[in-house]
Nanobody
């Protein structure tokens, strides 16, 4: 089993920045890709970004240029730097981990999920 714990969410004004962290513990040797998803009220959970153990990344189109995913394998932690936030970015952000090689884009490919952290963008 793998446990994922997110942190770093909160309230930020439009145009502001936040950095989310996700610490993994447990059977982390089994994990390849890690990703961030988000779910806004009344909407489906969507992929934000994902990163492999080797550092290859992918982003949802609307996040490119504003969000950056990174990973510290020594600390078993993945980060999501979010810049130029707008109210449409308000959501619960979830960390996820997958045992599949490559960059899985399908939500069903992720085996483990964190509890989520709330990000609210509002003036």
């Amino acid at each position: 089993q793998v446990q994922l714990v997110e942190s770093g969410g909160g309230l930020v004004q439009p145009g502001g920045s936040l950095r989310l962290s996700c610490a993994a513990s447990g059977s982390i040797f089994s994990i390849n890709a890690m990703g961030w998803y988000r779910q806004a009220p009344g909407k489906q959970r969507e992929l934000v970004a994902a990163i492999t153990r080797g550092g290859s990344t992918t982003y949802a189109e609307s996040m490119k240029g504003r969000f950056t995913i990174s990973r510290d394998n020594a600390k078993n932690t993945v980060y999501l730097q979010m810049n130029n936030l707008n109210p449409e970015d308000t959501a619960v952000y979830y960390c996820a981990a997958s045992r599949i090689s490559g960059l899985p884009l399908n939500r069903g490919a992720y085996d483990y999920w964190g509890q989520g952290t709330q990000v609210t963008v509002s003036s």
